[in-house]
């Protein structure tokens, strides 16, 4: 089944942000950060960033407590809580193929999509952190073997939601005859709960232009963007399909100047906390280097990159309300649909952006509309 059609070049931009469901904020330093991993402060979060222009929350995923990230709540069960706090908020659960049973996310999935009025979606994560699985006592798989089952995972996830008797005997699930009732919420733009994935390696891409409805980049500049975007395009035009939307992760610091925005980043990294840091990029180095094109996730991240640990900093979303602004209608030129936001003080810097930044970027958008129908109305 084909995804959602893609958005339109000129659609507004799409924002969602990360959900500090992990212990020790979206960045690993030792400056305050006034953010709580707990409930009551993430169902308060949640309210205000779909009243501030917020479309999505990811839930995170980590199982073991390890490397500035002690404690963590699941996130399936944390993605339903915050979807029943609010009344538009989509949640994507983020989960791993390895340790989940299509089966069971299936089911899981459409009753949270059920009670929340079709509001549920997931991230499928190949597995990036060797610890857990091998912590757990499950199989950790090669690179690209990961990217198979994960694939095959999707396919799994996309039968069980729209047929009635699903079958599937692949390398790493069977499926019998097996009918889930009820499906979730399903209308002409949206069949199932969309399907996320991340990843930057090439067999990343090549999956999410076969089967996924969202591709997920870790930070990247203008160059790695227009890069990924077209490998990506390339794998979903030989799949015969359309090309999965695009997301982008990026850390944002806004400011009433750039010299604060500025010494705000100066100072997460001069605060780093370098043994967590290095514990992280231990346990990602792997990750990266197992791709053989080096093209993996993290392959070339260096220590400031990696205090932001989806390398956050890369996207560049840091100065005044107008700098930013700017930017991300920049990326979105380049085709950019949602953008994957972290923060230093969820509450403070979710209304900031609400009031400050995204009125910005729905002008300038306006004003490319305005410029770009001018120019389709022009004689020839």
Do not use: C
Not at 7 to 27: E, H, I, K, Q, T
Not at 325 to 351: P, Q
């Amino acid at each position: 089944m084909s995804p959602s059609p893609p958005d339109s070049p000129n659609s507004p931009a799409r924002f969602a942000y990360w959900v500090p469901n992990v212990s020790g904020g979206l960045v690993t330093s030792r400056i305050e950060q006034r953010t709580d991993w707990g409930y009551d402060y993430n169902r308060e979060l949640a309210v205000l960033a779909e009243n501030n222009g917020f479309e999505y929350a990811l839930s995170q995923v980590r199982y073991m407590a390890s490397y500035g990230a002690e404690f963590q709540h699941e996130s399936t069960s944390f993605s339903l809580a915050l979807l029943l706090a609010t009344e538009r908020l989509k949640v994507i659960a983020a989960v791993h193929p390895g340790l989940w049973h299509p089966g069971v996310l299936a089911k899981l999935g459409a009753t949270a999509d059920q009670l929340s009025g079709g509001r549920f979606a997931v991230n499928v994560v190949s597995g990036w952190f060797k610890g857990e699985f091998t912590a757990l006592g499950e199989p950790w798989l090669e690179h690209d073997e990961r990217y198979r089952r994960a694939e095959e995972f999707i396919r799994a996830l996309r039968s069980l939601w729209t047929e009635d008797h699903a079958e599937l005997a692949g390398d790493f699930y069977r499926i019998r005859d097996f009918s889930l009732k009820p499906k979730p919420v399903r209308d002409e733009l949206r069949p199932h709960p969309e399907i996320f994935q991340g990843g930057n390696s090439t067999a990343a891409r090549a999956m999410a232009g076969r089967v996924s409805d969202w591709y997920f980049s870790n930070g990247k500049d203008f160059a790695g963007v227009t890069e990924q975007l077209q490998d990506v395009a390339r794998a979903a035009d030989r799949a015969g399909r359309p090309a999965p939307k695009f997301g982008l992760n990026g850390f944002l610091i806004a400011r009433d100047t750039e010299a604060e925005a500025r010494e705000t980043l100066r100072e997460i990294v001069a605060k780093a906390d370098t043994e967590a840091v290095h514990g992280f990029r231990d346990a990602v180095r792997q990750a990266g280097q197992s791709a053989g094109d080096g093209k993996g996730m993290w392959q070339d991240s260096s220590f400031e990159d990696l205090v932001q640990y989806n390398d956050g900093f890369r996207t560049g979303l840091i100065g005044t309300p107008e700098q930013i602004a700017e930017r991300i209608v920049a990326y979105r030129r380049l085709g950019v649909d949602l953008f994957l936001l972290g923060f230093l003080h969820y509450l403070e810097e979710v209304e900031y952006f609400g009031k400050r930044v995204l009125p910005l970027v729905r002008e300038l958008e306006a004003a490319e509309r305005e410029k770009a129908d001018r120019t389709a109305g022009a004689p020839a």
